[in-house]
Structures are given as structure tokens and as C-alpha cells.
């Protein structure tokens, strides 16, 4: 990876984690939103459609679709 | 009306033994305590490949302090998929399955213990089984909540062994491309989740894969989840980029590939217990293959849409899905489509 990706990821990821600093406990409301929810986005989505799809392409079902979502790196299809 | 459905499909895919269990679910279902759900999908492509499927998951909540800070949970599913090919004959089915079909059942156990509202640990087992290919998955994983829960760490490890028949094929420069009949990889991820704004919230993940028929591969991925408090809907994105190059070899049936994965989706309340989700997806595969190091090009687009109804204690799912791949290898474009309907009981 070249370096300059690597500091725009660095500073990315400091600037988001830095934020956290101002989101108190009492300002959750909307982070808590169902529809922030990873409980609600499994009633509307489906890993059918990932392990279907997945038979046409060789990195989703493997990496890709495993590490957005579910916490197996190597459940695939 | 999509209950009847999913018990006719049901009964259609796993039959009548199955059928009884899942009507007894429904019954005993109100009963105890936790989540049970039946869903049942159904796939088409304009290749004449088919694939249906009926699945049973039950997540079961078991909290320790009164207060609800340490609390355990279990979640089973079991599955079973039947893969058909219509039209021509399919010469790797037919030489492995005897046949254009095959049936494949898979079940899965996750236990999570969560410690004092913050620290997380989790531990999985999964097996599937065709009769000819058989697939096992051990995995374990921990995380933990800092910053008055605004940021959270996670770390994954899981291991997947894999029986399967030997079946050989004539490469380009005419070696004998011949996977490995056991494959074994073992996978770790390392991810972060942060409440970015009192809206926002994002999450980075890297995940190193390590097989025994290829180069390792490696994946990066981002997402964000923005709620927009006008319309109290919310826009979910993500990114994901996957390398797996390096030497290959003839245990395997494919070049170097690496990939670009895009989604965004818009949720939005309709109306008291109804949530909907419009979604968008596209991947890229670049390939150079191992023979002739040609470069190929690979790429979908999907569009799905669903819907999720809670009456009471009960949640009933719909969704529809349509994928579309550019022109293959074989000169073929695929189009398929995908629908699934589903019921839960909040017990």
C-alpha cells in the first residue's frame, strides 16, 4: 500500500474515533434506531442472496462478503 | 397468508418431517423466550440453474443481573438448500453428484457471553454437508466497548476444513489443474466500531485469509451508517477492497484476483412496526490468469428491496433481489432473481 493511503487512513480513522469523545451516553437516541440496528438489518437482509450471487464472483462470498457480514473470516458460501 | 406461503415452500424443500417441526415452532413458538424465525427462498438465473431454500433460526437470550449487564446468548440455524441445473447437463454435477441436483443441509451453533455491558466473547461452530462435499468452521472471537461506549474493538479467528472429491481440469498451457481433495484456511479479522456524531456511526474492518491452495488474501473494508433525523430514516454505505495475489499454482482453478465491493442502502419507517430497505451493490473482479496471464474483468450490479412487519410479537419479512454480471469468460451474462419471505416470534 502506498504511503500515502496509508496516512489518509490514519488520519481517517483518527478523525472519526476522535468524535467519540463528543458523543455522550445521553445522546445516543438516534444511534439507537432500529434502523441503526444490526438486529433489524438481519430481518432485511439475507445471506441467501450473498451465497447465491457469491457462485459468480471468487472474493465475495470468501473475504468480501465474510468480513462485512459476519465476524468468520472464513465462513464463505 | 406469508406464513401459509412459507410453510407450503417449506414443506416443498424439506418435507412433511420438517413441515410438522416447523408447525410446532409456530404453535410452541409464544411459549418461551427469545427470537424463532422460518425463512424460505427461492433463486432463478437465465442459465436454468435453481436454488431453493428453508432455513429455521432461534436465538435464545438467557440475562444474568438484574440489571442486564451480563447476559448470554445462543443462536441455532439450520438450513437446507437444493441446487438444480435445467437444460444442459452440468459435467461437473454429473461426474461429482451423479446428477443435475444436488441437496445441501448446513447448521450452525454461536454461543456470546456478554460481561458488564462492554466486553464481549464469542465462540462458533458450523458444518455443511452435500454428501459429497463436507465443510466444518471453528471460530472465536472478543470485544470490548471504550469511551463510554463509543468505540468498540473486535477481534476474530476461525479455521475451516473442507472435504471434496478430486476433479481435475486441462488448463490453457495444458497442465493438469488439480485442487487439493482437503482445503484448510484459517482467517483473522480485526475490526472497529464507533458512534463517530450522536448520527453517526462507522466501522473499519481488515480481514488476513491463509489457504492451502492459494495466496493469501487480504480484505479492507469501511462502512457508515448515517441516520437522517427529518425523515427518521437512515443511509447505510460501505466499501470493501480484496486482494488475493501472489504465485499460483496448479491446485488451483483460478489466476491472481483482487476486487472492489460497493453497497449503499436507504432504510425508512413507513408506518408504526413497518421498515423498509433499498439497496444497492456492485463488485469488480480483475483476474490475470495463471497460463496465460490474460487479464479478465468481471463485475455485477444487484438491486434488492425488503420489507420487515412487526404485528405484535411476531415479524414477518419480504424481500426481492436482481443481479446482473457483465459478459463472463464464456460469453454468458447472468441475470437472476431472488425472493424470500419470512416469520419470526419475539418470545
Known amino acids: 500500500m502506498r504511503h500515502w493511503r496509508k496516512l489518509l487512513l ?5 478523525a472519526s474515533t476522535y468524535a467519540c469523545a463528543h458523543v455522550k451516553p445521553y445522546e445516543k437516541e438516534y444511534l439507537l434506531n432500529p434502523l441503526m440496528d444490526d438486529g433489524t438489518l438481519r430481518s432485511l437482509t439475507s445471506d441467501f442472496g450473498a451465497v447465491s450471487f457469491g457462485a459468480f464472483e471468487r472474493l465475495s462470498s470468501n473475504t468480501l462478503g465474510a468480513s462485512a457480514a459476519t465476524s468468520c473470516p472464513t465462513c464463505g458460501g | 397468508m406469508t406464513a401459509s406461503l412459507s410453510l ?73 438448500d437444493i441446487y438444480e441445473k435445467s437444460g444442459t447437463d452440468d459435467e461437473y454435477m454429473q461426474d461429482v453428484y451423479g446428477s443435475n441436483q444436488r441437496i445441501n ?24 454437508n452435500d454428501q459429497v462435499v463436507k465443510s466444518r468452521t471453528v471460530g472465536l472471537g472478543a470485544s470490548h466497548w471504550f469511551w463510554n461506549e463509543t468505540l468498540q474493538t473486535s477481534l476474530d479467528i476461525s479455521r475451516t476444513q473442507m472435504q471434496r472429491p478430486v476433479f481435475e481440469i486441462l488448463d490453457e498451457d495444458s497442465d493438469i489443474i488439480s485442487p487439493p481433495p482437503r482445503l484448510q484456511s484459517t482467517g483473522v479479522t480485526v475490526g472497529a466500531k464507533n458512534l463517530a456524531t450522536t448520527t453517526t456511526l462507522m466501522s473499519y ?18 462502512g457508515v451508517r448515517q441516520f437522517i433525523v427529518p425523515t427518521r430514516s437512515a443511509v447505510h454505505g460501505s466499501l470493501a477492497r480484496a486482494v488475493n495475489r501472489g504465485r ?81 469468460e464464456d460469453g454468458t451474462r447472468i441475470a437472476a432473481g431472488i425472493v424470500e419471505a419470512g416469520i419470526g416470534f419475539n418470545f
Request: aromatic share 10%; charged share 20%; glycine share 6%.
Open chain 2, 248 to 328: 499460483i499454482t496448479t491446485k488451483t482453478a483460478y489466476g491472481e484476483v483482487d476486487a472492489w465491493l460497493a453497497e449503499v442502502a436507504y432504510l425508512q419507517t413507513l408506518w408504526r412496526g413497518a421498515r423498509s430497505r433499498l439497496g444497492y451493490r456492485y463488485y469488480r473482479e480483475d483476474e490475470t490468469s495463471r497460463a496465460s496471464k490474460n487479464e479478465y474483468v468481471r463485475g455485477s450490479d444487484t438491486y434488492s428491496l425488503s420489507l420487515a412487519q412487526e404485528l405484535g410479537d411476531k415479524v414477518i419479512e419480504v424481500a426481492a433481489s436482481r443481479y446482473f454480471t457483465n459478459e463472463l
Open chain 1, 10 to 14: 490514519i488520519i481517517a480513522t483518527w
Open chain 2, 105 to 128: 443441509d448446513a447448521v450452525s451453533l454461536a454461543a456470546a457471553q456478554t460481561w458488564q455491558k462492554l466486553t464481549e466473547t464469542r465462540v462458533m461452530a458450523a458444518e455443511t
Open chain 2, 8 to 80: 407450503q415452500a417449506a414443506l416443498k424443500i424439506c418435507g412433511p418431517r420438517i413441515a410438522c417441526l416447523s408447525s410446532l415452532l409456530f404453535i410452541t413458538g409464544t411459549l418461551g423466550a427469545s427470537t424463532l424465525s422460518q425463512e424460505v427462498g427461492a433463486y432463478r438465473d437465465n442459465q436454468g440453474t435453481s436454488r431453493d431454500r428453508a432455513k429455521f433460526d432461534l436465538n435464545y437470550q438467557l440475562v444474568h443481573s438484574r440489571a442486564g449487564l451480563t447476559a448470554s446468548s445462543y443462536n441455532f440455524v439450520a438450513s437446507r
Open chain 2, 205 to 222: 474492518a481488515v480481514t488476513h485469509v491463509e489457504t492451502n491452495d492459494r495466496p493469501p488474501a487480504n480484505t479492507y473494508s469501511a
